[in-house]
C-alpha cells in the first residue's frame, strides 16, 4: 500500500470514514478553502493495490492513552508492552474484536486511576507543608531586603542635600559681598547714559544733526609708502566699524595724488610719463555705502582693500632706470583735485555730503591750470604751493557753500624727522599746518573741530572725530547699563529618617514522596477494502474537438454506514495549463447497482485539484445523507465530456476516485487522444517562392498557400463529415482571380471539382469545402489561392489567416504579413547658385531652376519581388527651356537622410555620405506618354540593370539634379512633375511652378539728366549737348535667381556724335545697400559701374559689389533696374540711329532704336566786292575730350574747362553739377568715317 498525491474539494457537511471501519474526522485538519491535503486521509491507494491488500481498522485507544498520558503528567513510572495483533477474516468480525479490546482497554483505565488518585494524595500533603514554610520564608527575606535597601537610600539622599546646600551657602556669600558695590556702580552709570541718550534725543529733535554722510579721499601720493598706505587703509577700515554703530551713517571713498582718481602711468627713467593709463578700478569714487547696515558695513570695507597705489615706492633720486615702475600719478599732492572729485560726484549723483575729510600727509603742490592736471613747483618745492593751495580753497568754499563742511586730517609719518627727503613735508611742519588751518574754510579753526591732527598708527581715532564732527550730538556709543540681580540665601536641607534592619531569615527544604508504577499494551486490527472502478467507452481513440465520450465511476459502501461518501472524476490539464474538455453538469447523474437513478441523493459539484502532482479539474458526486445509503452497495458516478474547440491535439487522460471517511481510493489512468490538426498558411511570389513578412508592390502577383490537415483522422471515434478551410483576406489590399489549385502530400494534384467554393469578393471571405470528406482522411492537401496585390492599394501592412474546418472544429492557422511600402518621392524646386528654395518664385530669360528629384527606395529592401525597374521620370516645361541630359546627376545618399526641406536636400548631396552613381543610371530626354507640362517632351532617369535587377542597392536615397536653363523671355508659369517608377509602378510627387517675366530693356534721347521729355525723333542742332538715356530691363520682383552679371554695351555713330566718357547712372528702384540702408529711387549710383569705351563701343558694366546687392534677399523681393545717362555732343548731319544690347546672367537683349536729324549749317552769302569786314571769322568748335580725367587734368570744350560750360552755358549737364556727378573716361578713339 502507497500513499499517492491527490487533492480534492468536499463538503464540510459530512465526515470521512473508512467503508466498514471507525475513524476519526479529518476536518478539523483542513484548510478554510475545504481543499483536501493528501496528508489528510488515513490512506490513499489505487484500486490495483486495493484489490489484494488488508487495511489496518482503526482502533480507538484514545481513552487508554489519555489515562497513561494523565499518569505521566501525575508523575508515575509508565512503561509499555509488545503490541498485540489480531487479523479477521472479514468486515463481519470487526466488531466483536473491537469490542474485546475495548473491555480489556477499561480494565487498565481502571488501574491506573487508582495508583494516580494514591499518589497525587502523598504529594499534595508534602507539597501542603512545604508551600507553608516557603511562603513565610518569603515574606521574611523580602521585609529584610526592604528595610537594607530603605537605610542605604535614606544616607545616600541625605549626604548628597547636605553637600549641595553647603555649595550654595558659600555661593550666596560671595555673590552678596560684591553684589552692592556692583549696584551703586549701576545706578551712577545708569544716570549718566540716562543723560546722554535725553541730549542726543534732544539735538535729534532740534535739528541741531543727522546720521553723518562723510565722503573720505586718501592721499596716495608718493609720500605714503607701501606700509604706510597698508596702514592708512587699515586705519580707515577701524574707523568704519566704529562708525557702523551709528544708526543711519553712511560713507563714500575718493583718492587722489597728482590727480583725482589715482590712475597708473609708467614714470619711465625720469619725471615724464609712458605709455598709456590704466584705470584702477579700487581707486574710482565709490559708491554710498550705508555701513549702518551689515551689508553696507562689508562693502565698505571691501572698497578699501581695493585701494592700491599700484606702482613700487618712488626712489630718493631723481631720476635713471630706477624710475621705471613709478606711478607717475602719485608724484604730486593735488588738494584740487581731491576736493573737485567729491563736488563733481555731488553734481552727477545726486548725493549730499555732510562732511567732505581731506587725509593728507603733505602740502598742495600740483593744481590744474588751463584744464591740464600736473602744473607744479619743482619737486624739491615739497612745502607745497600757494598757487596749488589757491586752486584747492577755491573748490573747499565751494563745498562750503554748498553745505559740505570739509575737515582737513593731517597725517604725520616716519619722514617728519628726515629733512634729507624732498618728498615728505619736514622742514616747515608749521607751513604745512598753515595750509591745513586755511582749506578748512575757518578764520580761527579749532583743532579736533575745524581739522585734525594725527599719527598714521592713532589715524582711525581722527578720521572718526573729523567723520562725527557734525553729527556728535546725536551719537550715543556707549551700551547702557545692566542691573545686577540680587542673590538669596539658600535654606538648609531636610534630612530623611534613617530606618533600623531586622535579622536576615533562613530558606525551608521540601520532602521527598516516592512515586508508584504501572504498565500497559495497545492491540491492531486488520481487515479487507472494496475497491473503486472506472470504465471509458471507446478508450484509445481518436476524439475530434466538438465529440463527446462517456465515464463511469463506481465504488460500494462498507458494512456500517459511512459519515461521508465521494464519488468523483479526475480530468487532467494539460502541460500547459489548460481543460481539455467540457463537462455539461447537467448530465452529470449517479444509479445504484439496480440502475435506479439515484442523483438527488448526491450533490454534484465541479472544482480544481491535484492527482499524482497533476493538476486537473474533479467532477464530484457527494452523497446529501451518507448515513442512509444502503450497506454494502455499488453506486456509479456517469459523467460525459466533450472535446474542446482550441485547436490543440490534446492527450485527453483522467482518473476515478472515490473517497470514505478518511479512505481514498483511485483508479488508472483513462486515455483518449484528440487527432493532430495542423493547418498551415504562408504566401508565396509569382515563382512560388515565399515571401511572408515581406514587401510587395501594387499589382504584384501574391498567392496564399492553405494546408489542410488530414492525415491524422483516421481511428476516430466519430467519422469526418466536414473537412475544408475559410478565409477572411484583406479585400483593400489583396484581389483573388476566384481560381485555386489543390495538391496532396504526395505531391499529386487533386481536381478542384472534389470541393465547393464560396467567395465573398466585397468582404473578403472565402470558404473551401471537401463534397466527400470521409474520402480526404489519411493525408494533408495544400490549396492554394491565386490573386494579386491591389493596383490601388495604399501603404500599410495587411495580414492573412485561415480557419481549417473539421466536423465541428476550427483550428486556425499562423498569420501571415505583407506589407505595401512607402514609396514617397520628393520634387524640389531650388537656385542652381546656392541651393535655395526658389518654388513659388519669379525668374526670366538666363536663369537655371535645379530640380532635384528624391527616388525614395528606402522601405524596398526585402520586397517580395526583384525590383527590376527603378529611377525617375520628369515633365518640364519645354516651352521654357531646356535640359541638358548630359548635365544630369545622381547621387545616392544614405536611406535616414534628411530631405524634408529643399534646403536640406541641396544639402544632402553635399555630404560625406553622398556619392555619386550618375553612371549607373541611363538619362534620356524625349516624350514620354502622358507628359503635359509644355508638351510631351520629359526627362528619364532610369538604374540600369544586371541580370533582370537593377545594379544600384534599395534602401537609399537616390537624388537627381536636372539643371532647368530658361531660354524663353516671356510671361508665363513654368511647371514641373515628376513620378517614380518601380517595376510597373507608378507615385507621382509634387509639382513645382516657377512664375517666367519677360525682360526688355529701353532705349530714348533727352537733353539734360532726368528729362521727361523725349527728344526721340526730332532735330537735333548741330554742335548740340545731349544724352543718350539707356534704362536697363526691370528685373521682376520676388526674383529666384541671382544677378550674376550685368552690363550694356552701346555702340554708336562715331561721325555723328562725340562722346567723351562722360556718363551717369541713376537707380530705377529703391534698393538695400550694405550697411542695411535704404537708396531712394533715382539716386546717382555710378560708383556701383564701371566704363569701357573704345572704336565707338562704350560698355558699362556693374560692379560686383552692385552684383551681391542685387543678388541680396532683401533686392530679390522688389523690382531693380539702373538707367545709364552717356553724355554726347552732335558733330555730323543727317539721319542717327542708335541702338545698344544689354547683357544680363549670359543673355543678350536688344533695345528699342531711337532716330534724331540734324540738318547741314546756313553758309553765310559773300558780297561781289566786299570790303574787308571788321569782324573774326569763328572757328570750329571742338567737342569735349577726355583729357585729364585718368591724369587729375580737366575735361575740355572747345579749350574751356567743363565745369566753365556748365556754369556758362548751362546745356551741359545743367541742373547737375554736383560734386562726382558724372564720370570722365580717358581714352576714346575715333571710328573711321
Partial sequence: MSRASFKVVASKSGALVATGLVASSIFASMPASNAVDTGSFGSVISASEAESTTREVPVDNSALLAAVAA?????????????????????????????????????????????????????????????????????????????????????????????????????????????????????????????????????????????????????????????????????????????????????????????????FQDTGSGEVPVGPITTIAGNQPSAVFNIGTDAGKAAALAWIDGIDKHSKDAPVGTSGDEWNGVNFQTLGTNWEAALAAIEKHQADTGVKYDTALLLTDGAPNTYTVDGQVGIHSPLNASNGSDEAFNAAKAVADRLEASGTDVIPVMIRDEAVNNPSDPFHFSSDEAGMLGYIKGISGVASPTEGRDYFVGEMNTLSDSIYEAATVAAEKCIVEDEPPVEPTKPTEPTPPTLEEVPSVPTKPTEPTRESVEAPSVSYGLTKLFAPIPVVEKVAKDEGKKIIAGETTTQTISYATGYQAPESFILGDHIYFTEDGRMPVSVNMNEVAVTDAEGNNVTDQFTITSVDGVHNGKAGHQILATAKNPGHLKLNTTYTLHVNQTSLFDGIADTLIDSGFAIVNDELQFTQDKTYYEPKINPDKTVVNSSGVEVDNTRVLPGAELNYQLTLSAADLADTTSEVTKLGKYDNYDETKWAPTGEFTVVDSEGNTVSSEAFTAEWNLETGEVTILAKNPAELVGKDYRLTLLGHVKKDATPGEFTNQATQLTNEDKTLTKVVRNYVPVIAPSKVDTSATDGSNIDGKTVTVGDVISYKLVEDTTNLENTADT???????????????????????????????????????????????????????????????????????????????????????????????????????????????????????????????????????????????????????????????????????????????????????????????????????????????????????????????????????????????????????????????????????????????????????????????????????????????????????????????????????????????????????????????????????????????
Avoid at 479490546?101 to 487498565?108: F, M, R, V
Avoid at 609720500?223 to 566704529?242: G, H, I, L, N, P
Avoid at 532726368?1010 to 544724352?1027: C, M, Q, R
Avoid at 530705377?1068 to 546717382?1084: E, L
Fill in 71 to 263: 499518569a505521566k503528567d501525575a508523575g508515575l513510572n509508565i512503561s509499555e508492552t509488545q503490541v498485540k495483533t489480531i487479523t479477521t477474516g472479514s468486515t463481519a468480525e470487526v466488531q466483536a474484536a473491537l469490542d474485546t479490546i475495548t473491555a480489556d482497554s477499561e480494565a487498565k483505565i481502571a488501574e491506573i486511576t487508582a495508583k494516580i488518585a494514591q499518589y497525587k494524595e502523598e504529594t499534595a500533603a508534602a507539597d501542603a507543608k512545604y508551600e507553608a514554610e516557603l511562603a513565610q520564608y518569603q515574606k521574611d527575606d523580602a521585609a529584610y531586603r526592604d528595610a537594607v535597601a530603605a537605610k542605604a537610600e535614606a544616607e545616600k539622599i541625605n549626604a548628597e542635600r547636605q553637600a549641595a546646600y553647603e555649595g550654595q551657602l558659600a555661593q550666596y556669600k560671595a555673590e552678596a559681598a560684591s553684589y552692592e558695590s556692583a549696584l551703586a556702580q549701576f545706578k551712577t552709570d545708569k544716570a549718566a547714559y540716562d543723560a546722554k541718550v535725553a541730549a542726543a534725543k534732544a539735538a535729534i529733535e532740534a535739528g541741531e544733526c543727522a546720521p553723518p554722510r562723510v565722503a573720505m579721499t586718501f592721499d596716495l601720493s608718493r609720500s605714503f609708502d607701501a606700509s604706510e598706505t597698508a596702514t592708512m587703509k587699515d586705519q580707515a577700515k577701524q574707523m568704519v566699524e566704529r562708525l557702523s554703530k551709528v544708526d543711519g551713517a553712511e560713507v563714500s571713498f575718493f583718492t587722489f595724488a597728482r590727480d583725482s582718481a589715482v590712475n
Fill in 867 to 1233: 525590383i527590376k525597374v527603378s529611377g525617375m521620370v520628369d515633365d518640364f516645361d519645354e516651352r521654357y527651356g531646356q535640359i541638358d541630359a548630359s548635365q544630369v546627376r545622381v547621387y545616392q545618399v544614405p536611406g535616414d537622410t534628411d530631405t524634408s526641406t529643399p534646403e536640406k536636400v541641396s544639402a544632402a548631396v553635399k555630404l560625406a555620405t553622398a556619392k555619386e552613381v550618375t553612371d549607373s543610371y541611363t538619362v534620356t530626354n524625349g516624350e514620354v506618354d502622358g507628359f503635359t507640362n509644355g508638351g510631351a517632351v520629359g526627362i528619364s532617369s532610369m538604374m540600369k540593370t544586371d541580370g533582370g535587377k537593377v545594379v544600384l542597392p534599395m534602401g537609399y536615397k537616390y537624388i537627381h539634379v536636372l539643371p532647368y536653363t530658361v531660354t524663353a523671355n516671356a510671361d508665363g508659369d513654368i511647371l514641373n512633375t515628376a513620378w517614380q517608377v518601380t517595376n510597373e509602378h507608378r507615385t507621382q510627387t509634387d509639382t513645382v511652378a516657377n512664375k517666367l517675366k519677360e525682360i526688355n530693356p529701353t532705349k530714348d534721347v533727352v537733353i539734360n539728366v532726368g528729362d521727361k521729355d523725349s527728344i526721340d525723333g526730332t532735330e537735333i542742332a548741330l554742335n548740340t549737348v545731349f544724352n543718350y538715356q539707356l534704362n536697363s530691363s526691370t528685373l521682376p520682383a520676388d526674383r529666384a535667381g541671382l544677378t550674376e552679371s550685368w552690363s550694356i554695351v552701346d555702340d554708336w555713330d562715331e561721325s555723328k556724335d562725340a562722346y567723351e566718357g562722360n556718363f551717369k547712372v541713376l537707380s530705377q528702384h529703391s534698393f538695400v545697400d550694405a550697411d542695411g540702408k535704404t537708396v531712394a529711387v533715382g539716386t546717382d549710383i555710378t560708383g556701383y559701374f564701371t566704363q569701357k569705351h573704345e572704336n565707338g563701343v562704350v560698355t558699362y558694366e556693374a560692379t560686383d559689389a552692385f552684383l551681391a546687392l542685387m543678388s541680396s534677399e532683401a533686392n530679390r523681393a522688389t523690382e531693380q533696374g539702373f538707367t545709364v545717362f552717356m553724355q554726347a555732343q552732335r558733330i555730323g548731319t543727317g539721319d542717327v540711329e542708335n541702338t545698344f544690347v544689354e547683357n544680363y546672367n549670359g543673355e543678350k537683349l536688344t533695345s528699342n532704336t531711337v532716330k534724331t536729324f540734324t540738318p547741314e549749317p546756313v553758309v553765310p552769302v559773300i558780297p561781289e566786292n566786299p570790303g574787308t569786314p571788321d569782324v573774326t571769322t569763328p572757328s570750329t568748335p571742338a567737342v569735349v575730350k577726355g583729357e585729364g580725367a585718368k591724369t587729375g587734368g580737366e575735361a575740355r570744350v572747345a579749350g574751356m574747362p567743363v565745369a566753365g560750360l556748365l556754369t556758362a552755358g548751362g546745356v551741359l549737364l545743367a541742373g547737375f553739377v554736383g560734386a562726382g556727378a558724372w564720370a570722365l573716361v580717358a581714352g576714346a578713339r575715333k571710328k573711321n568715317s
